[in-house]
């Protein structure tokens, strides 16, 4: 169903075409509180059980204010984006009444308004600090891998053969440090296109001043998910706009196309105050089929208003800490988190920094819940690398449940040195490398029978799984879609006999 679009629909889309990168200044938190994300006035989200029931939804709307349009579907789930035009007399509340009234007078499943959700470093005005001219080393050398113990999980397993979906403002693919890492059949779900580059449009999104000032967050979490697990692919979906905002629509659809393309980790390094029912049901989904889906805590220092999906109960929630294991100044905390990680730049001119990939072939340092969020996306990704033949035919339940518990039940207690944040930043701080020592050592990705040599019997999997498979297959090693003879390749590179 693609009927024209509502004129908000329209300015939004145009608004977002895609420039140069802008040169961004030093790193700086001003505290901006803990605001409430906005609705969107004009713009609800319904759930239907088909057709039927949408018309009656929109017959409803368009009684009460005049018009309904329905602008944009997500396929096979009958959720659907509505505009409307409010007259200037009806209130926020009468709005916000009548569509959250529509479900309970039984014209739809759920019914909500949209709303608003950023990146957490675009609330609190966190800039990276670019320059940084020996990138490559400074990222190997930054504390968080060594803190978390990546060296002894990489002896265990590098993520071969997991696919991490990082929902954010795009990736720049032409990077050094993730070329041959990105999966294909990434999306825009702001732009509808399958162009994910993580660019700029020289405008003011959120009128805060700034400009594009969170431009390159995708790509710099990505490299951080790539650092945690090398041999990992991403795939890029865009949700965010330069600003680093989004709604709760355009991050649903994120959800679910992550979904649809096999993703076995989600990244949401983002959140909203509200809890939006579109991003639950994805979560829902997504648990349903054994995906793990990491979140971000936020990053104004409050328990209240919590953030979602940071802290819903199927995602693993993470907050970031200091390089010694203190709460980092800017993070939330709430005992409905799962996992702290190190987040925190103390230094910029020093190894006591988060360094991570920016677009243009940079390198930049920047802080946050977001990129301890990453950490733990990557680790998950390294956890499954070495469980991935174990859970074949598990139930997805068992699935998340080993890898989510694995993390939790190794992770470093830090409640003692966070006396006022006891409970409220997770089970402890993360440690890859005693999670990784829980399980086997991980074979190449193209072990396909699980018995740690990759021979003519995988061979004769790969040929069973030859053609498309967007949904995701063992047999398509580089993520693309389609198992095909680049697969075979990667194959033949990784044969024992």
Known sequence: MRP?????????????ILLGLPTLGPISIAAAGADLDPA????????????????????????????????ESIEGRNIHRIGFEPGPKDTDGEIHAFIEGLAPAGLAIWSEQNYEGRASEGRTDSLWLSGITNGPQSFGDQYAWDRIGTPAAHARGLGQGVLVAVLDTGIDATHPHLAGRLAGGGWNTILETDDTTDGTDGIDQDGDGRI?????????VAGI???????????????????????AFNVGQ?????????AHVINASFGSTYQSAIIEDALDEAEARGIVVVAAAGNESVE????????????IGVAAVRPDDVRAPFSNYHDKLDLAAPGDTINPRTDQRIVSSLPGNAWGSWEGTSFATAITSGAVAVVRSQRRHEIEGMPPAEVTDLLTGSLESTAVPI??????????????????????????????????NGDGRVTGADFGRLLEGWGPRPGGHPADLDFSGVVDGIDLGLLFASWTG
């Open 4 to 16: 024209s679009l509502h004129p908000r629909h329209l300015r939004r889309v145009a608004s977002t």
């Open 304 to 315: 209240d208003p919590a953030q979602y999906p940071g802290t819903s109960s199927n995602a």
């Open 225 to 247: 998910v790539r650092g945690a697990a090398p041999e990992a692919f991403i795939l890029p979906v865009t949700v965010l706009d330069d600003d680093g905002i989004g709604d």
């Open 40 to 71: 969107i006035r004009e713009e609800a989200i319904v759930r239907t059980t088909g057709d039927p029931q949408l018309n009656a939804v929109l017959a409803a709307i368009a009684d009460r204010f005049g018009d309904a349009v329905v602008l």
């Open 415 to 448: 409640d003692a040195i966070n006396p006022e944040f006891e409970g409220m930043l997770g089970a402890g701080r993360l440690d890859l490398g005693s999670a990784a020592a829980l399980g086997p050592v991980a074979t190449p990705a193209a072990d396909l």
């Open 254 to 262: 994120g959800f679910f196309h992550a979904i649809d393309r096999g």
């Open 212 to 220: 594009d000032e969170m431009a390159g967050h995708g790509t710099f």
